[in-house]
């Protein structure tokens, strides 16, 4: 089982607790460049690393972004303007890519997240409000693998609150990041965390209800099948992941982008003859 880590709390309680129950599980931490004024994406591995030195035995993949794609994320938002120039966009996709890319590589059977009750919840409310009905057919706590070439991934503590996971860390010693991402301020998921917990305070339980009312419209009643059936994935030629995109990746066109327009900046002369 691979634990994808990010040096938070959620992360880290998974993958002690996995390894408590017996698991063969083994971590990786995407280092994706990000300081922020406060070495975020280095305090980050340094929180991981203590966390594994107090357990003989844990194993560390770490994927560096900078040195592997050529940009940390928040120069590459900007170099694409994905997402209006904010790093989340970008991030996002790229996370996602280099975690089923790791998962599948090293044949793991299962990719775990951290996603907790808050997260998922405010994920729900998001893709409701828009109706993005594609996100709505994926959203679950277990994606089977599939032929394509993604693997099966799980969110353990989708039923879990926030503040249980940070209770766990508590009690347990667990030293964590306790700084959201500074690119975080103003993201739509802060808000609509922000909105759940006004709701929980009036309705306890609301949370944890939506989640499985969901889940259970989906079941039961199959709700969004029709478009989780509609969405047919093909190899990416160029990294051999899957994607819905004819031709290349999404990954792999952003990133090319990126190491485009660094080479122009590097060599101003040529983007002069260019014009």
Not at 161 to 175: H, K, N, P, Q, S
Not at 234 to 255: L, S, V
């Amino acid at each position: 089982m691979l634990v994808a880590v990010s040096g938070g709390k959620d992360s880290l309680a998974l993958w002690d607790v996995l390894v408590a129950l017996g698991y063969q599980a083994d971590g990786l931490y995407i280092k994706l460049g990000i300081d922020g004024g406060v070495r975020y994406s280095d305090q980050s591995l340094e929180k991981i690393e203590a966390f594994i030195a107090a357990r003989p035995g844990a194993r560390l993949t770490v994927v560096d972004v900078p040195q592997e794609l050529g940009a940390p994320i928040p120069l590459a938002a900007q170099l694409t303007r994905r997402g209006q120039g904010r790093p989340c966009s970008i991030c996002g996709m790229s996370r996602r890519h280099i975690m089923n890319r790791v998962a599948h590589d090293g044949g793991y059977d299962v990719l775990a997240t951290g996603h907790n009750l808050d997260d998922e919840a405010a994920t729900l409310m998001g893709n409701t409000l828009s109706w993005q009905v594609g996100y709505l057919a994926r959203q679950h706590p277990v994606l089977p693998a599939s032929d394509d070439g993604l693997v099966r991934k799980v969110k353990p503590f989708f039923r879990f609150y926030e503040r249980e996971t940070a209770a766990y860390a508590l009690v347990c010693g667990i030293d964590y990041v306790y700084d959201e991402c500074p690119y975080a301020v103003g993201a739509t998921s802060i808000y609509y965390k922000g909105l759940l917990n006004q709701l929980e305070a009036d309705r306890p339980g609301a949370k944890l209800q939506f989640v499985l009312s969901f889940l259970r419209a989906k079941e039961e009643e199959g709700a969004f099948a029709q478009a989780a059936s509609e969405v047919t994935l093909k190899r990416c030629p160029k990294c051999g992941q899957p994607t819905a995109n004819d031709g290349e990746c999404t990954f792999c066109r952003t990133w090319d982008r990126v190491r485009e327009r660094l080479a122009s900046q590097t060599h101003p002369q040529t983007q002069m003859e260019a014009r």
